[in-house]
């Protein structure tokens, strides 16, 4: 799991990057209205009740007689007629006919724990809730190649895409840190590379530093 990095406009998380990727995967769902919506409405139409008044008339065991007001102002919400509101037992199963019938339609952000499940199914990336709400908030900001290139998958954006890049003015690195910060980005460009690839891509790399005597000749035995 990664850590903050005090570089972190460089190899880090873009700061807002990944929370508007959360963002712009909102969907819409539809679900019924909340006691406490019903109330508001309520409210505006001249007739004030409580989320608990709401509550029992629909599962109560009090009888089912609301006065004409309120019984227009639930047939005004629900799109319905009065008429179908009358008292007693009908009146209360018609009640929550209209209201399993009235769906809001909203929408929604994928939640970290949504996520977090979805990369450790089919990524094999094990982090917490807690930590992917700290990279989304920009707390932290170093997470590993593996992490960034699982959430790239689930988000549907090249890696690159969720990594700083150099800010106009940003205070010039040395030749160490730039050189951690490429060898950085080039592990994760590995993520999700075949072993065969891999390998491949190592030999290159190995005859390259052979080319440039970065590295001493290979003893032999006597």
Known sequence: MGTPSSRAGRTGLAKTTLDQLFRDSSRETRRELHATEVATAMAE?????????????????????????????????????????????????????????KLVTELKEPSTREVTEWL??????????????????????????????????????????????????????TREESEEDEVRLMSMRLFGVSPQGRAFITSVIEDVRRSEKLDPPAETGE
Do not use: C
């Not at 007001?69 to 509101?85: F, M, N, S, V, Y």
């Open 120 to 173: 450790q199914r089919h990524h094999g990336v094990t982090i917490t809730p807690r930590y992917l709400q700290q990279l989304r908030d920009g707390v932290a900001n170093n997470p590993s190649a593996a992490i960034v290139g699982a959430l790239a998958a689930y988000f549907g954006v090249p890696m690159d895409h969720l990594l700083a890049q150099p800010e106009s003015g940003e205070d010039p690195v």
């Open 45 to 101: 139409l001249g007739e004030p009740v409580t989320d608990t008044y709401l509550r029992m008339l629909r599962y109560g065991r009090r009888p089912f007689n609301p006065s004409d007001g309120k019984r227009r102002a639930l047939a005004t919400i629900l799109d319905g007629h009065p008429e179908q509101l009358p008292a007693g037992d009908a009146g209360r199963a018609a009640l929550n006919e209209l209201w399993q019938a």
